[in-house]
């Protein structure tokens, strides 16, 4: 059994993980910094979108969630560059499932992973994250969606169940310098 190193060779400054603002990732990031001096947290589209663009200086780190529907893809892809240096239990958000005004959403916004909280009588739209789909919600491309209740409360939408929070485990991937990543 090998037992995780949790402390980063560089200290980490920057946490880059899934936006826009209102993700459990975003929560989680801004949690992990807090204790180590705080730092900075980087949103991005996607996971995948980020890694190109991290600078490659060991001061930077990916922060994941073991639920993201293709988070064995991410790290066997880029074995490389990220060094998984920690993992920590948090409990999300609480998920809701909220709408712009409707209390029976025929169209449902979510992201992969807590898709079946959608109801089975509705159609799901596929977005990048929870806070995406709350945008998408507001902005008329879904009437209804599965986010964060911080996400919902954002964009003043309805909610129409509250799941409560998720226990949930993250991911710290470390990038390194070039040459100097796959030992995680």
């Known amino acids: 059994m090998?037992?995780?190193?949790?402390t980063a060779r560089t200290p980490i400054t920057h946490v880059h993980t899934l936006g826009p603002s209102g993700t459990n990732l975003e929560a989680?990031?801004?949690?992990?910094?807090?204790?180590?001096?705080?730092?900075?947290?980087?949103?991005?589209?996607?996971?995948?979108?980020?890694?190109?663009?991290?600078?490659?200086?060991?001061?930077?780190?990916?922060?994941?969630?073991?639920?993201?529907p293709?988070?064995?893809t991410l790290v066997f892809s880029n074995l490389a560059a990220l060094?998984?240096?920690?993992?920590?239990?948090?409990p999300t958000h609480n998920m809701v499932l909220a709408s712009s005004g409707t209390t029976t959403p025929k169209i449902?916004?979510?992201?992969?992973?807590?898709?079946?909280?959608?109801?089975?009588?509705?159609?799901k739209r596929i977005v990048l994250s929870n806070a995406q789909a709350a945008i998408d919600c507001a902005d008329g491309l879904a009437d209804g969606c599965i986010t964060t209740i911080v996400a919902a409360r954002q964009r003043n939408?309805?909610?129409?169940?509250?799941?409560?929070p998720v226990?949930?485990?993250?991911?710290?991937?470390?990038?390194?310098?070039?040459?100097?990543?796959?030992?995680?």
Not at 83 to 90: A, K, R, V, Y
Not at 109 to 120: F, G, I, R
Not at 157 to 164: A, E, M, R
Request: aromatic fraction near 6%; charge should be negative.
């Open 157 to 164: 939408l309805k909610i129409i169940h509250d799941f409560g």
């Open 28 to 68: 989680a990031a801004h949690a992990w910094l807090t204790p180590r001096g705080g730092g900075e947290v980087v949103l991005h589209a996607s996971l995948e979108s980020a890694i190109p663009l991290i600078p490659r200086t060991g001061t930077h780190a990916l922060l994941a969630c073991a639920v993201y």
């Open 83 to 90: 060094n998984m240096i920690d993992s920590f239990l948090m």
């Open 108 to 123: 449902v916004a979510t992201h992969q992973a807590p898709s079946s909280l959608v109801p089975d009588e509705t159609d």
């Open 70 to 72: 293709d988070l064995h």
């Open 167 to 184: 226990p949930m485990i993250f991911t710290v991937h470390q990038v390194m310098p070039d040459g100097q990543g796959g030992q995680g």
């Open 2 to 6: 090998h037992s995780l190193n949790t």
